[in-house]
């Protein structure tokens, strides 16, 4: 198993980046996000690796972070959903906004990933709604991590405001984990904060 690979940045290519590292290139597939972040060629690079065997072929799938690895192998335990699958959804979603996305059920913004339909981002937010760290998420204390996965009243009260104004689920909860103190303040106080965030 490659864990990651350290070396020089040689070139990109459509879908994937060519690295080199102990006088080996290693063609490794990445999401657009992360190859758009790569630095340029001769410049050192830093890329986390999930190798996919199969019958035709050896793969190669990189992350800048290891949170994008973590949250790639997550993907591809749902049933229905490929590596390729996994990389156009972490293309169009960073690995954050899809845990809010997952925590939050806003299957419409997994659908937003190329290839990815309505039953399939049903599939993923119930194969992995337990399996999201909440508390990672929000970055906050046990209180707000409660609320944010949806047993605060007053917390979802200001989400479903969020969305009733026009926006998504997912973005709608993200404005209202960062509100620091979120667990002490009222549906209204959150909603006035949470527009400031937006």
């Known amino acids: 198993m ?7 940045m040689e070139y ?3 879908e994937s980046a060519v690295i080199s590292a102990g006088g080996i290139g290693y063609e490794v597939m990445m999401p657009q996000r992360d190859l758009d972040a790569l630095p340029e060629p001769g410049f ?3 890329v986390y690796t999930h190798m996919n065997v ?3 072929g050896v793969s190669l799938f990189g992350f800048l972070t290891r949170d994008g690895l973590q949250i790639f192998r ?6 229905g959903v490929g590596p390729k699958g996994a990389l156009a959804i972490l293309s169009v979603l960073d690995a954050d906004s899809l845990k809010f996305a997952i925590v939050s ?3 419409k913004a997994i659908c937003k990933a190329q290839g990815i339909g309505a039953r399939s981002a049903q599939r993923i937010i119930l194969d992995l709604k337990d399996k999201v760290d909440i508390e990672d998420l929000t970055g ?3 209180a707000a991590a409660s609320a944010a996965a949806g047993r605060g009243t007053d917390f979802e009260d200001a989400v479903e405001a ?6 998504g689920r997912s973005e709608a909860m993200r404005a209202v984990s960062k509100i620091p103190c979120a667990e002490t303040l009222d549906a209204e106080a959150l909603l006035k904060a949470a527009l400031k965030n937006l």
Request: charged share 25%; no cysteine; hydrophobic share 40%.
């Open 44 to 46: 050192e690079v830093k």
């Open 140 to 142: 906050s204390s046990p």
């Open 54 to 56: 199969r019958e035709d």
């Open 12 to 14: 990109r290519l459509k």
């Open 162 to 167: 969020l969305v009733s104004l026009g926006y």
């Open 2 to 8: 490659i864990a990651f690979i350290s070396g020089e």
């Open 74 to 79: 997550q993907l591809i335990s749902v049933n």
């Open 105 to 107: 059920g806003d299957a």
